[in-house]
């Protein structure tokens, strides 16, 4: 079993920026392929980006591409989403996931956190 818990989400304006944090606990953490996925208002879950467990490989969905960042530091147990020039449409509840393959897909991932609201204002 591994436990995920999400932080630093909040309210910022458009254009800004906010980072977030995964903490894991349980199975080892740098085992696992981490990934951050995301679900606005009305809509379905959306993949956001997914990193190794080594951290060396990233992916990322076209619309954040140049703005978001993963990473993972597994010495802390963290995995981190640096998100900068922030827009209204990327307001939602982020998720962190774990799980063993490198994939886009939701299905893929055994393990998920409780979410953490980044909401941005025009």
């Known amino acids: 079993q591994v436990q995920l818990v999400e932080s630093g989400g909040g309210l910022v304006q458009a254009g800004g920026s906010l980072r977030l944090s995964c903490a894991a606990s349980g199975r080892t953490f740098s085992g696992y392929n981490m990934a951050w996925f995301r679900q606005a208002p009305g809509k379905e879950r959306e993949f956001v980006a997914v990193t190794t467990p080594s951290g060396g490989t990233t992916s990322y969905v076209d619309f954040v591409k140049g703005r978001f960042t993963i990473s993972r530091d597994n010495a802390k147990n963290t995995v981190l989403l640096q998100m900068n020039s922030l827009k209204p449409e990327d307001t939602a509840v982020y998720y962190c996931?774990?799980?063993?393959?490198?994939?886009?897909?939701?299905?893929?991932?055994?393990?998920w956190g409780q979410g953490t609201q980044v909401t941005v204002s025009s």
């Open positions: 996931a774990a799980g063993p393959r490198f994939t886009r897909t939701e299905y893929g991932y055994d393990y």
